[in-house]
């Protein structure tokens, strides 16, 4: 299988708003004032269709199969900075639409590059698409002149703290999203 990873485009909506929910499990109720799937998924392409918020197409890029055209993962990022105003813009939306839950947690310092969203398709797992993400990650983070790059894992998900560790992530601090305990990963990058 051979790939490329290219920035996402407005057409991937309802390809990529499954891989998002599956990357940020209940976060996706958080940050879409919904509680069930249908509304969850319309919602994540409603806000990936925009250029104001977290999951925007703007801050994703697809890993794409050369032959198929199939969307083969998903990667999110942008500048821990930027991420305050993207979720105020984000709390205002959610404010508008009179959800439930408005509140987001913070989820990177101001001075990294944050990898916000990270899925590679099930068919797709264990041929090194994740790790092309997480690479083509720093290349962007470089490109946007950072030296931090870093990311939130679920305490419980040690396969993947594994699979960051070798990629030279090291727990900095604990985190906590949606009051659940995350490990706080950071890789210095030149």
């Known amino acids: 299988m051979t790939f490329y990873i290219r920035q996402a485009i407005l057409?991937?909506?309802p390809k990529t708003a499954p891989l998002i929910f599956?990357?940020?499990?209940?976060?996706?109720?958080?940050l879409t004032g919904e509680t069930e799937l249908p509304q969850i998924l319309t919602c994540l392409e409603v806000l990936f269709r925009r250029?104001?918020?977290?999951?925007s197409y703007f801050h994703t890029y697809v890993a794409e199969d050369e032959v198929?055209?199939?969307?083969?993962?998903?990667?999110?990022?942008?500048d821990g900075e930027e991420g305050a105003k993207l979720d105020a813009n984000l709390q205002r939306w959610l404010e508008q639409k009179n959800a439930p839950i408005t509140s987001i947690d913070v989820e990177a310092n101001h001075?990294?590059?944050?990898?916000?969203?990270?899925?590679?398709h099930k068919n797709a797992r264990g041929q090194g698409v994740g790790t092309a993400l997480l690479h083509f990650a720093e290349e962007v983070a470089l490109s946007n002149n950072f030296t931090k790059i870093a990311l939130n894992v679920e305490t419980q998900k040690v396969k993947a703290r594994k699979l960051y560790e070798?990629?030279?992530?090291?727990?900095?601090?604990?985190?906590?999203?949606?009051?659940?305990?995350?490990?706080?990963?950071?890789?210095?990058?030149?």
């Open 11 to 13: 057409e991937d909506a």
């Open 22 to 30: 599956e990357a940020i499990g209940d976060i996706a109720i958080r």
């Open 51 to 55: 250029t104001d918020n977290r999951i």
């Open 68 to 78: 198929t055209k199939a969307i083969l993962g998903i990667l999110i990022v942008y």
């Open 111 to 120: 001075d990294e590059f944050y990898v916000d969203t990270l899925c590679v």
């Open 166 to 190: 070798r990629l030279g992530y090291a727990v900095t601090e604990p985190w906590t999203i949606i009051d659940e305990p995350f490990f706080h990963m950071v890789k210095t990058i030149i």
